[in-house]
């Protein structure tokens, strides 16, 4: 595997420096996190309660084993050490969903009625703006593995929303300069119009621009349509040298109809992102995907050793997008929720920016969680890289995996790291 890159190795240090990535929280929501929860009498019953949003069915289900894997993982280390607050975490799993039909509102009340602190997911940015409200609403933290859409960096939350993925801005950055640096000058944008399709798609299409590359065309499509005939037609007809593919399981469907049109990876470059880097050997056997290049949030360096130990939860996994993500989630909560004293949503969410970062630096729930008890502030580090909030709960610290696929599988080549203000 390379050396990880930087993003000055990219020429774009200026732009990300000139991103204030709002995260996802409002204005005020650093303020909690100044507060001593400890001092004050616990608002919570004493059980911290994780409730999962996670994808079961729907497009994005090919993501649900590894981040519930990475959910279990962690909530198992931690009741095999006594527990948060001398109690082990209780768990109550739902399915997100992917919105058609949604049914992601309902599973949040099963969530709620269930007495959850917590809620971790969903993964998809759609479906967790449709619910957001309603969980952030009821005094619940939510907190995502997953969501990369931009539309979360102003969004008002109360402080209650917090992500270990970056924004979109910074993915979007890296797909297109990786797009230029590989010598394309005429690059067709095709994503599903939905708020993280519309998103990262834009900002790729800016970076394009930015350096110096043509936009052969920015295409838009309805990921619940029967085709995309129509689409795959317009973005054939503008004769690109290469396509970046905003989709999700969808990817199935367009990829073989861009091959009819004469359009297919054997003949011009494609990238992939987040939500299609997948395991294709079984879903799309009539097409090589060899050579596609795809990105998503991951380590510099993939401990393989942790994919094995997700295996241990789950022997059947072939995908570990965002079960290093979804681990590091839980490991937050819980010790956000121990330095309080508290499993109240709130006071975990004041706790959680302060558990990120600026202290002494700690892996694991049993070396951090013993300097809390020792009175020293953490700074967490995570399986999926540092780990340190912004004032309103996202990840200013970040690296996009770069992947490449041999056959229709794929491994990390190389990744790109930035600091997000």
């Known amino acids: 595997m390379k050396r990880p890159t930087t993003i000055a190795r990219l020429g774009a240090v200026a732009l990300i420096g000139a991103i204030a990535l709002a995260g996802c929280g409002s204005d005020d929501s650093g303020d909690s996190s100044s507060s001593d929860n400890s001092k004050t009498a616990a608002k919570g019953d004493g059980t911290l309660t994780i409730g999962t949003l996670l994808p079961s069915t729907g497009d994005l289900a090919y993501l649900g084993p590894p981040e519930f894997a990475g959910v279990d993982l962690a909530i198992k280390e931690i009741n095999d050490a006594g527990g948060v607050n001398g109690k082990p975490i209780k768990q109550i799993k739902s399915d997100s969903g992917d919105g058609t039909p949604d049914i992601a509102g309902a599973s949040v009340d099963k969530l709620i009625n269930g007495k959850s602190d917590v809620v971790v997911g969903a993964a998809s940015s759609s479906v967790s703006l449709s619910v957001i409200d309603k ?37 979007g950055q890296v797909i297109g300069n990786l797009a230029v640096e590989d010598g394309f000058k005429n690059v067709a944008v095709l994503a599903r119009q939905d708020a993280y399709g519309e998103g990262l798609a834009q900002q790729v299409v800016d ?10 065309s920015h295409v838009l499509y309805n ?28 990817t199935t469907k367009i990829v073989p109809q861009l091959v009819s049109k004469g359009y297919g990876p054997d003949k011009v470059q494609y990238y992939f992102v987040d939500g299609n ?23 510099a360096e993939p401990d393989p050793g942790f994919n094995d130990k997700l295996k241990t ?13 979804s681990y590091d989630a839980v490991m ?39 300097l809390l008890k020792d009175g020293e502030d953490i700074d967490y580090t995570g399986v999926s890289g540092p780990c340190d909030f ?32």
Do not use: H
């Open 277 to 299: 880097m997948a395991d294709y050997s079984k879903s799309l056997k009539q097409v090589d995907l060899t050579g596609v290049k795809g990105t998503f949030p991951a380590p």
């Open 135 to 171: 969980i952030t609403g009821a005094g619940l933290v939510q907190f995502s593995p997953a969501n990369t859409a931009a539309a979360f960096d102003t969004y008002d939350d109360g402080g209650l929303y917090f992500r270990t993925s970056p924004s979109d801005r910074l993915q």
């Open 207 to 216: 970076t394009l621009k930015e350096k110096g590359a043509g936009v052969a």
């Open 332 to 370: 937050l909560i819980a010790l956000a929720a121990q330095a309080a004293g508290d499993d109240d949503g709130k006071a975990i969410a004041g706790k959680l920016i302060e558990v990120s970062k600026d202290g002494t630096e700690c892996k694991g729930w049993e070396d951090c969680s013993k």
């Open 223 to 250: 990921a619940d349509a029967e085709n995309y005939t129509a689409e795959v037609n317009e973005v054939a007809a503008s004769k690109p040298d290469a396509i970046v593919l905003v989709a999700f399981e969808e």
């Open 390 to 421: 912004n004032e309103t709960g996202s990840p200013n610290k970040a690296t996009i995996g770069i992947q490449e696929y041999t056959g229709n599988t794929y491994k990390q080549i190389d990744s790109v790291s930035g600091v997000l203000d």
């Open 313 to 325: 939860i789950n022997p059947k996994l072939t995908d570990f997008t965002y079960g290093p993500q």
